[in-house]
């Protein structure tokens, strides 16, 4: 089963770089590349159009030139390089005018996918064995459905053992997913109580508008020192106005009293799968895993580091859909050497190309808060 790419599904340290690894990941690419190309006819057909052949691709700096697929093809068209007998999850993303990107996994990239995630944990230091609560500002599992954000959101609850696990947008007899901001205030100081570390994981329009009414309040608690927040969905209120990460710290602070080096968020996307943490720089790190440049959209050529473009996104654990080489809309450039001490490539995101036309699932989320 591409035993090379599952070789590398095997390495224990996601931020191991050495030039083995290097090797591994791009023999990995150029074999799923000539799978992609014999089982995809779309795939072949966009590698015949640049006249890409996978035996080019020999050493790492060679693997960007595996030609792309724009991500907006997922949001028109399902594409698989495998039977339907053989999906095993289907994953979608939202967004503001109907538009649904949706990918779909076989068993062996399921399992690749989970395996690379828990790795890049462990790695980043985030993982315990210290029993935790959990607050998840997201979809509660019988309400999730095929929700890409909600299943990487409860995936990040893993990580810890669970004491107790509260879901902030759960069905409260309707059949739909609500949100109630003073039961989760409340369930957040009986945490407190326990003396336990808290984990608070999910969008951050949620949270931040919870955190918001604590303030308000002038509820003020103080968690233990092993405490942490995952946040993702960008970094929006629910009235779409910008928050700044220096505004969020404070009030982490003030009403969790947890300080802002526990907040970590992640950049990633439905059709690519590959989760990009930040460290304590606030840099999303590349992992072994994957491979991510900026490109000028206009040339399609690969911009020097430090240049903004639109961000090429690279990976080879998915075997059901052509989604290896990924064109986003998002603008970012790549930096690298990161004073946190992980080696490798990391991203700054600079915005969105087409916000209105691709907004995710966190705008569709937002939505569900009535304040």
Known sequence: MEPITQRLFELPNAFDFSDANCQLFTDSMREMAEYHMERSQVFHGICEQYGFRPDAIKAYEDVIKIPHVFVTAFKLHKLISVPESEIFKTFT???????????????????????MREKLVRSMGIASDQKSNYIVFSYAPDVSGQKGAAHTFNTYTTFAPAAEKVYALED??????????????ETIIRFEKSGLPLRVVGFLAFSFVTFKEMSKRGIKLQFPKESILITGGGWKSHKGETVTFEQYAALVSEVLGIPEGQIRDFYGMVEHGVPYLSCSRRRFHVPIFGNVAAIDPGTQNVLPRGETGLLKLQTSYIRSSPSISVLSTDLGAIGTGCECGLQGDYIMLRGRAGVSKHAGCAISASQLIKM
Request: aromatic fraction near 6%; glycine fraction near 10%; avoid cysteine.
């Open 172 to 185: 409260r007899g309707t059949g739909e997913a609500e949100f109630d901001v003073n039961r989760t205030i």
């Open 93 to 115: 993303s939202s967004g503001t005018q109907g538009q649904t990107s949706q990918i779909n996994l076989d068993r062996v990239s399921f399992d690749r996918q989970a395996a």
